[in-house]
């Protein structure tokens, strides 16, 4: 009866592995699939200028010089290292040109001196540049707001400065990430607090790009009914939404590790004699009527035989898990 026992519970043990490892092909995919999608949100998160965007429909002056009036959209799209102002017409063509800019000013270097010098910063000197090649009036008027920087006119430094820190968040955050897609596959544990890490810094930065704003908002007037007003923007909404689900998904994976580690690791295809917390977790099963005790997944029974004589006698057999 005993051995019948041992033998039910090593087959089920057996059917448990089978359909445990049975799904890895589809959490192998999934595992690919978050990792593609983190990563690539990150740099996405980097190098993109939709972090606030907005935009307005006005009638403005052209270019300087000239009396001449454009009908247009101008949009303005802030990233971590610059921003982009865009001037479209509406119709595209007008005054016999085809009224379609998109100019970027670079903010990423030191802050420098105040006005448009050598020594002043980047911007201020590609805003200088951009007046000398005759750009459009309602460009440099948009560009013409981060240039300022005196009491609570310093839009342009306070975007710089949230920028550095927040681009310097997701730096860390693209190293964790990739620091957790190397361990899925030794410590499941130190998975999940990388990955946990990567969802913190991704939320820093976005909290840094909230805080480290101007006293006074931009809002850019063109006349008293048209007002170019910022709202979040795509880049935004992705790092935070991204760094939540990180932030979930480790804790998930902190809890299971936690509760049940050998049914984690067969999710997560992980080995789970690599984990040193699971070493010495070793499953046991003491019991006062029964001599069959299981001392790791490659180990040595002990089993009571009697013969047709009524001796007892004691044999041990080695038996393999799978």
């Known amino acids: 009866m005993r051995i019948f026992s041992r033998r039910v519970s090593t087959s089920l043990q057996r059917l448990y592995w089978h359909r445990s490892y049975s799904l890895y092909p589809a959490t192998q995919g999934s595992r690919i699939l978050v990792g593609v999608y983190v990563g690539t949100a990150i740099l996405v998160c980097l190098v993109s200028d939709r ?15 000239t009396g ?7 949009g303005l799209h802030i990233g971590l290292k610059g921003v982009n102002i865009t001037l479209k017409g ?11 800019y998109n100019e970027h000013f670079d903010f990423s270097n030191r802050q420098g001196l105040n006005f448009f010098g050598p020594n002043a910063n980047q911007f201020n000197q590609e805003y200088r540049a951009a007046q000398f090649r005759g750009l459009p009036l309602p460009i440099l008027w948009v560009a013409e707001y981060f240039t300022l920087d005196d009491e609570w006119l310093r839009w342009g430094r306070h975007y710089r400065e949230s920028g550095l820190y927040a681009s310097i968040a997701l730096w860390i955050s ?19 607090y990388m990955v946990t890490l990567t969802g913190l810094t991704m939320c820093t930065s976005v909290v840094i790009k909230h805080n480290f704003q101007n006293p006074a908002p931009l809002r850019i007037p063109f006349s008293a009914e048209h007002v170019l007003h910022m709202n979040y923007g795509y880049s935004f909404w992705m790092c935070f939404f991204t760094g939540c689900f990180c932030v979930l998904w ?9 509760c049940w580690p050998r049914s984690a690791a067969a999710f997560f295809s992980a080995d789970p004699l690599q984990d040193e917390y699971l070493l010495q977790k070793e499953e046991s099963i003491p019991s006062n009527d029964t001599s069959v005790t299981t001392v790791t997944e490659n180990s ?23």
């Open 51 to 65: 972090w606030e965007t907005g935009e307005v429909h006005v009638r403005s002056k052209y270019k300087a010089g």
């Open 250 to 258: 480790g804790l998930t994976i902190f809890v299971l590790d936690l």
């Open 300 to 322: 040595l029974t002990s089993v009571d035989i009697v013969d047709e004589h009524g001796n007892a006698s004691k044999k041990e057999t080695n038996t393999i898990l799978s």
């Open 90 to 100: 509406t119709p595209v063509h007008q005054l016999n040109e085809t009224i379609n």
């Open 68 to 74: 001449a009036e454009v009908d247009a959209y101008i």
């Open 174 to 192: 693209l190293v964790f990430w990739v620091l957790a897609n190397i361990l899925v596959f030794m410590l499941l544990r130190y998975n999940a």
